[in-house]
């Protein structure tokens, strides 16, 4: 049986790691093979890129961060691929709607940043954490990149992220509230839409 792709997508702190952590760890404890990934993924020589950029060390333009973090998901296509082909449950901490709402927030054309990851094993379900651009600032107010420290940029994201939940039929779940809480709605979510036994 083939596996399934769920992407946790949502501004910076707003909890995606740490549910995506929480969803692991619960399906496991269901019994299924479940494993976590996230993107930008570090450990790749292209992460290695990206992470110089956000701590500016390089001076790249909106559309070459973009298609490195693209790139960065290519490079683990193989592995995604085999996963989900053996049958695991991939838990995803950022996928590929990341891309459309910093680029777009940024001015880039949000249907070439869609086209050009068409090629991506698709997630079966995105889940979006809610939360206002002032409460991630509150939930960290030291070390924020260069995108998390641009409040108007944050805003346009969450937007763009309501196009993309209004488009694609995302679950959008508040991310205000409690971890207990958005943790039972994440399960409910996951149970329902992907038919898990």
Known sequence: MAGHLIAFEGLDQSGKQTQAERLRDHLKSEGHKARLVSFPDYGTSIGEEIARALSNERDYGPDVMQL???ANRYEKTSDLKRWLDGGLIL???RYTASSVA???ALGLDPAWLTD???FLPPAALTILLDIAPE???TRKSVDRDRYERDLAMQARVRD???HQ???QGWVVLDGERTKDAIA???VSAVTSRLSLP
């Open 68 to 70: 490195l973090y693209v």
């Open 116 to 118: 050009m990851q068409k």
């Open 165 to 167: 939940a209004r488009e």
């Open 102 to 104: 910093y680029g777009e």
């Open 135 to 137: 409460t991630a600032v």
């Open 160 to 162: 763009s992220y309501h």
């Open 91 to 93: 838990v995803s901490d």
């Open 184 to 186: 039972a709605d994440v």
